[in-house]
Structures are given as structure tokens and as C-alpha cells.
């Protein structure tokens, strides 16, 4: 089974901008994985932020952003609010009849 | 509007059995596939298993195969996930979400089940 690697924390400065990875161990992530972003925040359920790679959903801030970058799928934040301090977790698609796979997980802290 | 709401968590013994459900609204359910993905306590996610719209199709992680069913009902708007010999590392909160193409779109707000003697 593949894994999916992301960075267990990081931190941004309000206002500024933080790239979030999320990389697999099967090689290049490309748009053929349908990567997927989703924040959850203390005591709340999941919920997503970007489906296939980049494309958002009608309640995803404008200030996020996913793409492919260096062979991983990236979420991007331009713009850190307060706010958006949370847990980020990616899925990957693999072939198969599995549905996909989590990363771990990273950690977004606003200070 | 879509909604999801989980029901039927709670405490069980080891080696005992739980029967989740998700009744779901606002999309037309018998469309989409559906899943169960579980988060153990401090922990991240964990795909647990899936079914297709029609249910012809399902999947399990290697960590409930053989332990866990999924099911659902579409002319009931409702998604199941039988438990039995439940383990002390099935404690999570199960999280019902509906399909989206090759991933997932929205999420129920969870039930918290507990495995615990």
C-alpha cells in the first residue's frame, strides 16, 4: 500500500503565505491521483477544501489554493487568517478498487 | 442542502457488535458513492470501507475485513456499517461522507463509538 507523506506542522505569520505538500511514496503525484485537501478544526468534523488537484468547493476561501508543485500535490495559503489554524489532511486516488489514501496529516499554526 | 447525520455509536465491550447509520438528505443518494472513514482519538484519518451507489461494489480496509459490513438502503436514504468483534482499536469516531468522484465531498458530524471493558 502506498504512503502518503505531509508535513506534521507548520506554522505561518498572519497575512503571510505557507505551501502545504503532500507527496507519495509510489513516485510523482500527478492530477491522475485526484488529490483532495481537507481542513478540520479542534472538535469538528472534516470538511473539503479542494477536489481534483485545484478545483474549490462554493465555501472554499478564496485565499486557498491547491496545485501540483515538485512532484506533490500542494495546497497553498496566501493571506493566513486566524482562522485557518487547523488540522490539513490530503487523499490521494490510487488504481485499484481501494478509494484512496490519507497523509497524515499537518498541523497549521497562525502566530 | 446536504445533510448527513450519523447515529448508533456508543460504548461496546471487546468482541462485541454495533450497527452504525447515516441518514442522508438533500442529494439524491441512490446516486452517489458512499463511505466510512473513522478518526481514533488524537489521531489522523482512516478510510475504513465503501460502497458503490447501487451497492454492487464494496470496500474494506485490511484492518476491519472480515469484522465490519457496509450497506445502505436507497429507498431509505440510508448508509450502515454492521460492526462485530469489535477491538479496543476500533475506538474512533466514524465519520459518514458521500462521494465525489475519486474522492470525497461532504461530511457528517460523526458518532463516537468506544470499545472498552
Known amino acids: 500500500q502506498a504512503v502518503v507523506t505531509q508535513e506534521p506542522s507548520l506554522t505561518v505569520s498572519p497575512g503571510g503565505t505557507v505551501t502545504l505538500t503532500c507527496g507519495s511514496s509510489t513516485g510523482a503525484v500527478t492530477s491522475g491521483h485526484y488529490p483532495y485537501w481537507f481542513q478540520q478544526k479542534p472538535g469538528q468534523a472534516p470538511r473539503t477544501l479542494i477536489y481534483?488537484?485545484?478545483n474549490k468547493h462554493s465555501w472554499t476561501p478564496a485565499r486557498f489554493s491547491g496545485s501540483l508543485l515538485g512532484g506533490k500535490a500542494a495546497l497553498t495559503l496566501s493571506g493566513a487568517q486566524p482562522e485557518d489554524e487547523a488540522e490539513y489532511y490530503c487523499l490521494l486516488s490510487y488504481s485499484g478498487a481501494r478509494p484512496g489514501v490519507f497523509g497524515g496529516g499537518t498541523k497549521l499554526t497562525v502566530l | 442542502e446536504v445533510q448527513l447525520v450519523e447515529s448508533g455509536g456508543g460504548l461496546v465491550q471487546p468482541g462485541g457488535s454495533l450497527r452504525l447509520s447515516c441518514s442522508a438528505s438533500?442529494?439524491?443518494?441512490?446516486?452517489?458513492?458512499m463511505h466510512w472513514v473513522r478518526q481514533a482519538p488524537g489521531k489522523g484519518l482512516e478510510y475504513v470501507s465503501a460502497?458503490?451507489?447501487?451497492?454492487?461494489?464494496?470496500y474494506y480496509a485490511d484492518s476491519v475485513k472480515g469484522r465490519f459490513t457496509i450497506s445502505r438502503d436507497n429507498s431509505k436514504n440510508t448508509l450502515y456499517l454492521q460492526m462485530s468483534s469489535l477491538r479496543a482499536e476500533d475506538t474512533a469516531v466514524y465519520y459518514c461522507?458521500?462521494?465525489?468522484?475519486?474522492?470525497?465531498?461532504?461530511w457528517g458530524q460523526g458518532t463516537l463509538v468506544t470499545v472498552s471493558s
Open positions: 460502497i458503490s451507489s447501487n451497492g454492487g461494489s464494496t
Open positions: 481534483d488537484t485545484s
Open positions: 438533500g442529494f439524491t443518494f441512490s446516486s452517489y458513492a
Open positions: 461522507v458521500k462521494g465525489r468522484g475519486r474522492g470525497l465531498d461532504y
